[in-house]
């Protein structure tokens, strides 16, 4: 039988972090515990000091098909390439000048949000082009 998985980033800024990928992924801020208002209640209510309020956050897809994914604050940046990325499927079925023109427009998109794009690699024999960006922090991930 298949496991159920999440996906986790190490992140400085988990709030922002997963206001961005809430956005690109169509996914929502994982609500609170059942009894509390927000998060800052429930955090509150545990005893966990305001400072430490941004330590992590999560997102989950509001119709329970994808992953969760979950940021956790720690203390040092990104130094290198990620090991692990996503493909963000923006244009599936499509090929040629048409799936181009799909993954430009969210690229396009997701620039608005904070993400930076990396480069843009054309369709040929092989592949069907894709355009590699970076989230807010410099995590690589591709528009496929």
């Known amino acids: 039988m298949a496991k159920e998985f999440q996906v986790t980033y190490d992140c400085a800024d988990p709030g ?4 961005f990928w809430a956005q690109v992924l169509g996914y929502r801020i994982a609500p609170p515990p059942e009894g509390f208002a927000d998060w800052t209640a429930a955090l509150t209510a545990w005893g966990v000091p305001p400072e430490h309020h ?3 956050s999560a997102i989950t897809d509001p119709e329970g098909n994808g992953p969760r994914v979950f940021f956790q604050k720690v203390p040092e940046g990104k130094t290198v390439k990620n090991r692990l990325h996503l493909d963000v499927r923006a244009a599936p079925g499509q090929s040629g000048e048409e799936r181009m023109a799909t993954l430009e427009e969210e690229a396009t998109r997701l620039e608005q949000l904070g993400a930076k794009r990396l480069y843009r690699l054309e369709p040929n024999d092989m592949d069907e082009g894709i355009i590699v960006m970076a989230d ?3 995590n690589e991930f591709c528009l496929d």
């Open 16 to 19: 922002a972090q997963a206001a």
């Open 136 to 138: 807010p922090e410099g």
């Open 54 to 56: 941004n330590d992590r």
